[in-house]
């Protein structure tokens, strides 16, 4: 089995910037993508930024330019470095791991972290 720790949210005045980090641990062969999600009260989950295993990055168009997305392929790690925050940042953020698994062949399995949340007041 795989697990996905994440990290570093918590409360910030808007225009301030927080570092969510994710630890995925297990029978991990290989991850690709990693990727960040979010969930405001009342509203779908949404794409926030993804990287692949040689670092290609891709960002939703609301966090361009603010957020960054970044990780260690020898820890199995992904951080999301979330500068200018605004009140519609407001979220709970999840990790997530597009997983090969040791012995798995080559099956990829969608894994997901608990969710930390990221309050931005205005």
């Known amino acids: 089995q795989v697990q996905l720790v994440e990290s570093g949210g918590g409360l910030v005045q808007a225009g301030g910037s927080l570092r969510l980090s994710c630890a995925a641990s297990?029978?991990?062969?290989?991850?690709?993508?990693m990727a960040w999600y979010r969930q405001a009260p009342g509203k779908e989950r949404e794409l926030v930024a993804t990287?692949?295993?040689?670092?290609?990055?891709n960002y939703a168009d609301s966090v361009k330019g603010r957020f960054t997305i970044s990780r260690d392929n020898a820890k199995n790690t992904v951080a999301l470095q979330m500068n200018s925050l605004k009140a519609e940042d407001t979220a709970v953020y999840y990790c997530n791991a597009r997983v090969k698994i040791i012995g798995s062949g080559y099956q990829y399995f969608n894994y997901w972290g608990q969710g930390t949340q990221v309050t931005v007041s205005s």
């Open positions: 990287i692949t295993s040689d670092g290609n990055t």
């Open positions: 297990g029978s991990i062969l290989s991850i690709n993508p």
